[in-house]
């Protein structure tokens, strides 16, 4: 296999015996390569520059001025920042997405976990490899059509209700997404629906790794199902579990086609999130600095959630 | 013996089970698309004759050979070109191993959990003044910039571990750097490079944010992008809406379908960016 195992994250130590980098030829080669090698990397780079760096500066230089996209701009220092943590209603976006990362992660994660580790034995069966290509649909079609196909099943005449209604449970049946108290969760079981199979397939390859002697081992020693899960499983897949947590808790804060596609937010706020709010502040409202502001914010949000679980591995694993 | 046997049946259960979930939503779509358009279906159910025309409807009304044309365009813009860069910089990165180059591959590290939404506003005035709002190009290029932290990543993740003998031997022979990297290194790298394409054809084919942001006329979107404007035109209509959805979701089904196994390895390699 080729490519970064998933969760190898950033691996900076090369490891290469000393001993080559000083051979004469290696010299050369290496001097010509600097000026040659810049060369080969500058077309991705403009890229990169200009339109990914460039406009996260941009995005922080709008964040300090209120503009409406169109007129001249006044400074506002961090006012827009007090804004995106003060107004309830641009907070309250933080919120539920902070709440959406229990649906799209959570669930996914521990899920993922009980039904890996449950068909961890039959993971060559024909049967497994057809599940493979089944439960990896979700992630090969748009979000938008999993919105689509969702919105219909969670509407008052959904398939959901049907069934609730089959089993008795009529009584709780409504509009699952245009309910304020549901209208979330409806929201991240959608998310649930599409991450649950890559979390499960990518713990299962993991799983596919650990040594069958250990399980043996553990077997013989009167080990039981869930013991075996908590001192074998568990620990052996802390890279997979890392790379999962980290992909779906993106997932969650950066939501955006879902939610737009379901519920456009609503109904009110009850299912904002800030991508989408960027948008409606940025291109409908045109408060491009309080949009630029919260951009900011989701961007550090982001990244401080992702780096602290990369390091969490890398120091353990090393 | 007896728990093993137990647990391969739970096994199985459960694995019926989740793909029941995954397939109910398409099923779902499925059978509305086939009742009158313009009704509401309850839940699950047969209609009474089968609405097949629906489907013709739907490619009329959604214009679905322009749309494909359209998303084609814009992934031929975007792969191809991706693939040449991000492979030319992984291979300075990852095997020339470059002065500097790690500088440059933290930039481009720092780039790999950006939400696009944290960009989206500047880029929208950035398009503009470069001229190029409504056009493809304007989900294009963004989108080339975009996906190059992650295709930098993952092609210098195959160059760090090509043996540097390779490249000696090349030099002997009298190859320059250019030579090197065309007729030695890039063979060796077709199966890194496959993989990134299949998963920037898919990020591609499904990017929706760009779409609707940069391009008003669903024509010249991504194929999401226009399932969007399919929605908000035909949303009260739900089994013709059913059938668009299903009708545009089929090519990414069908590549797949075709090349699953590339698909799945790719995808779970490449997870990390998710």
Redesign the interface.
Same mark, same amino acid.
């Given at each position: 296999m080729t490519g970064p195992i998933p969760g190898t994250g950033v691996d900076l130590a090369e490891s290469r015996p000393a001993a080559r980098t000083r051979s004469p030829l290696r010299r050369h080669g290496l001097r010509r390569a600097g000026l040659v090698g810049w060369l080969f990397i500058l077309p991705a780079l403009a890229f990169y520059a200009v339109f990914v760096l460039r406009p996260i500066l941009v995005t922080f230089q709008y964040s300090l001025y209120t503009w409406d996209g169109i007129g001249p701009s006044t400074w506002a220092g961090f006012g827009n920042y007090v804004k995106v943590f003060t107004d309830p209603g641009l907070f309250a976006s933080i919120l539920n997405a902070v709440k959406l990362i229990v649906f799209f992660s959570a669930i996914p994660v521990v899920l993922g976990l009980a039904i890996a580790s449950t068909i961890r034995r039959i993971a060559t069966s024909r049967l497994a490899l057809v599940a493979r290509t089944v439960i990896f649909l979700p992630q090969v079609i748009p979000l938008v059509a999993a919105g689509i196909a969702w919105s219909w099943l969670l509407s008052s005449t959904g398939v959901v209700n049907q069934v609730l209604t089959y089993l008795g449970l009529g009584g709780i049946t409504r509009a699952w997404l245009g309910d304020f108290s549901t209208a979330l969760p409806a929201v991240g079981v959608i998310g649930a629906w599409v991450l649950l199979g890559l979390c499960t397939l990518l713990l299962l390859a993991g799983m596919s790794k650990i040594d069958p002697a250990l399980f043996e081992a553990a077997r013989l020693d009167g080990a039981g199902p869930m013991r075996e899960f908590l001192s074998i499983v568990l620990p052996s897949l802390r890279q997979e579990i890392a790379v999962c947590v980290t992909v779906t808790v993106i997932a969650a804060l950066a939501s955006f086609d879902i939610v737009y596609i379901s519920t456009q937010g609503g109904p009110g706020n009850a299912t904002m999130v800030p991508g989408l709010e960027i948008y409606y502040l940025a291109f409908s409202e045109r408060r491009v600095g309080v949009a630029s502001a919260l951009a900011v914010v989701l961007m550090l949000l982001v990244i401080a959630v992702a780096l602290p679980i990369q390091r969490l591995t890398r120091d353990r694993s090393s | 013996m007896i *728990?093993?046997r137990r +647990?391969?049946w @739970?096994?199985?259960l459960?694995? &019926?089970l989740?793909?029941a *979930? @995954?397939?109910?939503?398409?099923l $779902?779509?499925f059978v %509305?698309a086939l009742h009158p358009s313009g009704t509401? /279906?309850?839940?699950?159910s047969w209609p009474g004759e089968p609405h097949w025309e629906n489907f013709a409807h739907a490619f009329q009304v959604a214009r679905m050979g322009e749309l494909l044309k359209s998303s084609t365009l814009i992934v031929l813009g975007v792969v191809p070109l991706s693939l040449v860069?991000?492979t030319?910089?992984g291979?300075?990165?990852g095997h020339?191993? %470059?002065?500097?180059?790690?500088v &440059?591959? *933290?930039?481009? &590290? !720092?780039?790999l959990? !950006? /939400? #696009?939404?944290?960009?989206? @506003? /500047?880029?929208?005035?950035?398009v503009r003044d470069m001229g190029l709002l409504n056009t493809r190009w304007a989900i294009i290029? /963004?989108l080339?910039?975009?996906f190059?932290?992650f $295709?930098?990543? =993952?092609m210098r993740?195959?160059f760090?571990?090509m043996p540097?003998e390779l490249? +000696?031997s090349a030099?002997?022979d009298g190859a320059n &750097? =250019?030579q090197l990297?065309w007729r030695v290194h890039v063979p060796l790298?077709m199966?890194?490079i496959s993989?990134?394409a299949i998963l920037l054809f898919?990020w591609t =084919?499904?990017q #929706?944010?760009l779409a609707i942001?940069l391009v008003d006329d669903p024509l010249k979107r991504t194929?999401?992008g226009a399932?969007?404007a399919f929605?908000g035109q035909w949303g009260t209509d *739900?089994p013709l809406?059913?059938a668009g $959805?299903l009708l545009? !979701?089929a090519p %990414?089904?069908l590549i797949?379908?075709i090349f699953?196994r590339r698909?799945? %390895?790719?995808? !779970?390699?490449?997870?990390?960016?998710?």
């Open positions: - | *728990i093993a +647990e391969a @739970t096994g199985r459960l694995l &019926v989740l793909m *979930i @995954t397939l109910l939503p398409f $779902s779509l %509305t509401y /279906p309850p839940g699950l860069i991000a030319m910089a291979f300075a990165i020339l191993r %470059t002065a500097g180059r790690n &440059v591959f *933290i930039a481009f &590290v !720092l780039g959990t !950006l /939400p #696009f939404e944290g960009i989206i @506003t /500047p880029l929208y005035y950035q290029l /963004p080339i910039g975009l190059m932290p $295709s930098v990543f =993952w993740a195959h760090v571990n540097e490249s +000696e030099r002997i &750097v =250019w990297f790298a199966p890194a993989s990134l898919l =084919w499904n #929706f944010l942001v194929m999401s399932l969007g929605q *739900i809406l059913c $959805s545009i !979701l %990414t089904l797949f379908l699953q698909f799945v %390895t790719a995808l !779970l390699q490449g997870s990390l960016k998710g």
